[in-house]
């Protein structure tokens, strides 16, 4: 129950406390007898239940969670890319995928065979592959998944350079050549409109751009320094323009109006909600490759800590919609552990299992 509602609970139990009491001094002057003959007991005050709030940390054990229903974002288990409205599709090799999304019925995912190279593998509803994309390092999908959009001239390239893809339903590819940057990277599309950081090759600082598809534009700069996420609606942007001894210090500016919404220095956020209820947030020296201790849902317009889960390791979290959250959560910080999709409810903290415990790599999409 919101503390909100606290004053009406007090309110209700008072009158009842008071309507009992005028009761039994009414029931005393008309003087209650049993059959008998002899005086009834006196009426008693009802007992008002005391109001349990949820508790604002939460500890998720998998193995002891109910099951849920499956996820409704794409993620990979071992080789096989499930969730969303397609079917399962199997992707083809060994070689080791970082990101993996679905446009409808086409299935991509982003291989990573080594330090130096990537590629883009994309798949029909089948399972056949239709196409290999090189030196694509980044991928996301649009929150309605009618469109996609990635990018070559990120970590894997070591040039100045690259090109920004944007894929709608269609099938049809619209490029963006970005030909004097470093460090491309797709953050969010919004309509027909693509969010992307990278950084000018006379600056050390990567910015935010705005790339308008249908008009081949490519907006000035907005004022988030270091971005890192981008809403779903395009409307707030998450950036750390701030190094400090612990870390990094988050900020989230309104795109709109080009200016500071609020700051934090205790999270480092990544993901938005679809409607902006929430942001996720971790510590500021996040970044093990075996995943954090904890991981919190912040409100994404003023940074109140909403709800915050603890695990032995919370690999990605990716918001479900704008009550629930999707945990890559694993038993243990090591290259060896068991791992779940697990759900988590904002408002209640509550967990479920979305995927069952297995031992095979677990990757959640966008």
């Known amino acids: 129950m919101s ?72 993620y990979l288990r071992g080789r096989t890319v499930q969730g969303g409205i397609s079917s ?137 320094a270091r971005p890192v996420a981008v809403s779903p609606d395009g409307t707030l942007a998450a950036g750390l323009p701030v190094f400090t001894d612990s870390g990094l210090c988050s900020v989230v500016t309104d795109l709109a109006k080009n200016r500071q919404q609020w700051r934090t220095c205790q999270y480092r956020l990544d993901n938005f909600s679809p409607r902006n209820a929430f942001v996720i947030g971790y510590a500021p020296n996040a970044g093990s490759p075996y995943g954090e201790s904890t991981a919190s849902a912040l409100d994404a317009k003023t940074g109140k800590v909403l709800r915050t889960w603890l695990a032995e390791s919370l690999r990605n979290a990716v918001p479900e919609d704008d009550d629930h959250v999707l945990f890559e959560w694993h038993n243990q910080a090591g290259p060896e552990s068991r791992s779940a999709v697990v759900r988590c409810t904002v408002s209640t903290g509550q967990c479920e299992l979305a995927s069952p415990l297995s031992p095979e790599p677990l990757l959640l999409g966008s």
Request: glycine share 8%; proline share 8%.
């Open 3 to 74: 503390n909100r509602n606290r004053p009406l609970v007090i309110a209700v139990a008072a009158v009842a406390v008071v309507a009992v009491a005028g009761g039994g001094m009414l029931a005393a002057a008309r003087g209650p007898e049993s059959q008998t003959g002899a005086a009834a007991a006196p009426l008693s005050v009802p007992t008002i239940p005391p109001v349990t709030l949820p508790a604002s940390k939460v500890v998720i054990d998998a193995t002891k969670l109910p099951t849920g229903r499956t996820p409704q974002v794409s």
């Open 88 to 224: 399962p599709v199997k992707v083809p090799g060994s070689v080791p995928v970082e990101a993996v999304a679905r446009l409808w019925d086409t299935t991509m995912a982003m291989e990573v065979p080594n330090a130096n190279s990537s590629s883009l593998v994309v798949l029909d509803e089948a399972g056949k592959v239709t196409q290999r994309l090189p030196g694509i390092d980044s991928l996301v999908t649009s929150a309605d998944g009618n469109a996609a959009a990635f990018a070559t001239g990120g970590r894997y390239t070591g040039h100045d350079g690259g090109t920004v893809h944007f894929r709608s339903t269609d099938g049809k590819d619209l490029t963006l050549d970005h030909a004097r940057a470093r460090e491309i990277e797709v953050l969010a599309v919004v309509d027909r409109s693509v969010y992307l950081s990278s950084r000018p090759e006379d600056s050390k600082t990567p910015n935010l751009y705005r790339w308008d598809v249908d008009a081949s534009t490519v907006a000035e700069p907005l004022k988030v």
